[in-house]
């Protein structure tokens, strides 16, 4: 937290500094002028307090906020609130919108599907993974994979350093067999390559831009296959989230909660 406030401050704050009002007494408050909800609470709670902040907390990651209520309340010495502020209210903003975005997307998806799962993939941008995960789950979903280490995922770029089916799948049954403990994905674009990884034992097969209705065929393999999680992602957003989840696949892989619009957050600052 303090380095991205060294990243904001620099060596000084030059307006608080040639104002001379650096020692005086204030209060900082955060509050939403819009139905959010809320992340990123406690980063900015700890923020404040590092700064030297006493700070009073209202409400807590994953509420659900109307219009006009209070987050956060704040005193201290004047130079810490605005140290404090544009950086908190950018936690708040970024990540209260990608957890309100994750709510919207997942309650969609529900209305067609109540057992459906909403994941993240780790499609985002360097350095911002921790915040990002925060606010994804306070918004009601969770992620997809971390990293290259959490899972194992199969790909096309994966197969192609095989010289035949025979090679790769006799891989494949090995790799089963050393990594016993976890499900093993593989992505597909087609039905006859959904059924292929379903018969060589894959626990999940993710299905990449597919349409509906190859998507609702792709289900139709538990039927065979009983055992076998079927995901949709590439694509998805608010604008059809429920058509994919009427395919009646386990659960959507999407990178779209990282792009929401920021909430707007109403900092004041004010002499007490």
Same mark, same amino acid.
Request: net charge neutral; hydrophobic share 45%.
């Given at each position: 937290m303090m380095d991205m406030i060294r990243e904001d401050v620099g060596l000084i704050d030059m307006t608080t500094v040639g104002l001379g009002i650096g020692s005086y007494k204030a209060k900082i408050s955060f509050s939403t002028k819009e139905p959010i909800v809320l992340c990123g609470v406690e980063f900015v709670d700890e923020m404040c307090r590092k700064l030297g902040l006493e700070t009073h907390i209202f409400k807590a990651c994953g509420d659900k906020l109307e219009a006009g209520e209070l987050i956060l309340e704040a005193y201290g010495r004047a130079d810490a609130a605005h140290k404090a502020w544009k950086v908190s209210q950018n936690i708040l903003e970024f990540l209260s919108g990608i957890a309100t975005k994750t709510h919207t997307m997942i309650t969609l998806a529900r209305t067609m599907n109540p057992k459906i799962e &909403?994941?993240?993939?780790?499609?985002?941008?360097?350095?911002?993974?921790? *915040?990002? =995960?925060? !606010?994804?789950?306070?918004? $009601?979903?969770?992620?997809?994979?971390?990293?290259?280490?959490?899972?194992?995922?199969?790909?096309?770029?994966?197969?192609?350093?095989?010289?035949?089916?025979?090679?790769?799948?006799?891989?494949?049954?090995?790799?089963?067999?050393?990594?016993?403990?976890?499900?093993?994905?593989?992505?597909?674009?087609?039905?006859?390559?959904?059924?292929?990884?379903?018969?060589?034992?894959?626990?999940?097969?993710?299905?990449?831009?597919?349409?509906?209705?190859? &998507?609702?065929?792709?289900?139709?393999?538990?039927?065979?296959?009983?055992? *076998?999680? =079927?995901? !949709?992602?590439?694509?998805? $957003?608010?604008?059809?989230?429920?058509?994919?989840?009427?395919?009646?696949?386990?659960?959507?892989?999407?990178?779209?909660?990282?792009?929401?619009?920021?909430?707007?957050?109403?900092?004041?600052?004010?002499?007490?």
């Open positions: &909403l994941l993240t993939t780790r499609k985002i941008f360097p350095r911002t993974k921790e *915040l990002a =995960l925060k !606010a994804v789950y306070a918004g $009601g979903g969770a992620h997809h994979r971390l990293g290259l280490y959490d899972s194992v995922l199969v790909f096309k770029q994966h197969c192609a350093f095989f010289e035949s089916d025979a090679a790769f799948e006799v891989q494949f049954a090995k790799m089963k067999q050393m990594y016993l403990e976890k499900k093993i994905v593989v992505e597909v674009d087609s039905l006859d390559e959904a059924r292929y990884f379903a018969r060589l034992g894959a626990d999940i097969v993710q299905c990449e831009k597919m349409s509906f209705e190859a &998507l609702k065929q792709c289900v139709a393999l538990k039927n065979e296959f009983p055992y *076998l999680l =079927l995901s !949709a992602t590439g694509g998805i $957003g608010e604008h059809n989230i429920v058509d994919y989840a009427a395919t009646g696949v386990d659960f959507i892989v999407t990178s779209s909660p990282y792009h929401a619009k920021p909430s707007d957050i109403r900092v004041v600052i004010e002499r007490v």
